[in-house]
């Protein structure tokens, strides 16, 4: 793997714990839930929520081929959805960081969603 440029651009990228509890649904069928998510900000980027592997429901997704590589986190795994879709399209919705790069270990174990396929709530 190459070395993560996070170092060349301090500040681009930042966790931070989210208050509450955290909900990701997709036709109506519970993905995960969880009080311990994290919020990433990179850049001028939507913030995107990280949820703990563990308080996710593994059963319904199913590991893919896809993979992408983010010279600041990583490669990262995809996940289909395989529930009742709602009409939504669950191909790839889900991705992982399984070993990001050191300054972004917090990601590490965490989930991210497609927000357009899947619905996230914060309460």
């Known amino acids: 793997m190459l070395p993560?440029?996070?170092?060349?651009y301090p500040g681009r990228i930042r966790?931070?714990?989210?208050?509450?509890e955290v909900?990701?649904?997709?036709?109506?069928?519970s993905l995960?839930?969880?009080s311990n998510a994290i919020r990433l900000h990179e850049g001028d980027y939507p913030p995107v929520l990280y949820v703990p592997r563990a308080d996710a429901d593994m059963s319904v997704l199913t590991a893919?081929?896809?993979?992408?590589y983010c010279p600041f986190k990583g490669a990262a795994s995809y996940f289909s959805v395989q529930?009742?879709?709602?009409?939504?399209?669950g191909t790839n919705a889900v991705w992982s960081y399984e070993d990001p790069f050191e300054e972004l270990a917090g990601i590490k174990d965490h989930l991210a969603f497609y927000t357009?396929?899947?619905d996230v709530?914060?309460?």
């Open 32 to 34: 995960a839930r969880t």
């Open 23 to 29: 909900t990701v649904t997709m036709g109506g069928v």
């Open 64 to 68: 893919t081929d896809h993979s992408t």
């Open 116 to 118: 357009d396929r899947v």
């Open 15 to 20: 966790l931070e714990p989210v208050a509450g």
């Open 83 to 89: 529930a009742d879709s709602a009409g939504k399209d």
């Open 121 to 123: 709530r914060e309460d």
């Open 4 to 8: 993560s440029k996070l170092a060349q």
